[in-house]
């Protein structure tokens, strides 16, 4: 079975331009978070949802950030604009329902800002 | 604020012995706590899920104790071999925020020495 899928693996951009990071949860699962991970801070949860909703995005820094889920195979994590400061390592992770709280994380996007 | 406390230095064993990693909080009261292991350049992988009603754990050569009243965890890998050395880290959930909220720790880095 395929994992939780995360595109890009690796991005490079300037600051000021608009960055999308993409996650392909595992099919069956319907809860979705988003976390950044960087030396200083560890790994911080920013927006989790369930059955495509957020339910808690008091961890998304400031209004440049925002995140979505059309459906429940996307969900997408936009910064517009970027800073220095947003470069990390994001993580997407997904668990299925039933109370099996475990969650499966993707491979990460490594985002840097110069 | 809530906090998750994990040892900031690395951990160094030899081979064989048993490694134990210890994992603090405050101004939390979970309903379950996991253990992560991660590799560096992936995203962290599920190893054990302890409930607040749950004193102890154990799968295979790992063991994790969850005390509520000293708001502590302490995570064991016995044997230990070189193929264990990873970052290893604690999270929390179902607290405020959400059944599925899960915050991590920092991590703790553990080295073991053939």
């Known amino acids: 079975d395929a994992g939780v899928i995360q595109s890009p693996r690796h991005e490079v951009t300037e600051m000021g331009q608009e960055v999308t990071l993409r996650c392909k949860p595992i099919s069956g699962h319907n809860s979705l978070f988003w976390y950044r991970q960087t030396m200083m801070r560890g790994l911080e949860l920013l927006i989790y949802?369930?059955?495509?909703?957020?339910?808690?995005d008091s961890g998304m820094p400031e209004d440049r950030f925002s995140a979505k889920m059309p459906n429940a195979s996307f969900s997408t994590l936009k910064i517009q604009p970027s800073e220095p400061r947003d470069s990390a390592v994001y993580f997407c992770a997904s668990s299925p329902p039933g109370g099996n709280e475990k969650l499966f994380f993707g491979s990460g996007t490594q985002l840097s800002v110069l | 604020s809530q906090k998750i406390e994990q040892n900031s230095e690395a951990l160094n064993i030899q081979e064989g012995k048993t490694a134990t990693l210890t994992c603090n909080y405050t101004?939390?009261?979970?309903?379950?706590l996991q253990w992560y292991r991660q590799d560096p350049g992936r995203g962290p992988v599920f190893l054990l899920l302890?409930?607040?009603?749950?004193k102890e754990k154990r799968k295979e050569r790992l063991k994790v104790t969850f005390d509520t009243t000293l708001k502590q965890s302490l995570f064991h890998i016995t044997a230990s071999q070189p193929a264990d050395s990873a970052t290893y880290l604690c999270?929390?959930?179902?607290?405020?925020?959400?059944?599925?909220?899960?915050?991590f720790g920092a991590g703790t880095r553990l080295a073991v020495h053939p």
């Open positions: 949802f369930n059955n495509n909703v957020p339910i808690d």
């Open positions: 302890i409930r607040e009603n749950e």
């Open positions: 101004n939390y009261s979970p309903a379950y």
């Open positions: 999270a929390l959930g179902g607290g405020t925020g959400g059944y599925n909220k899960l915050i």
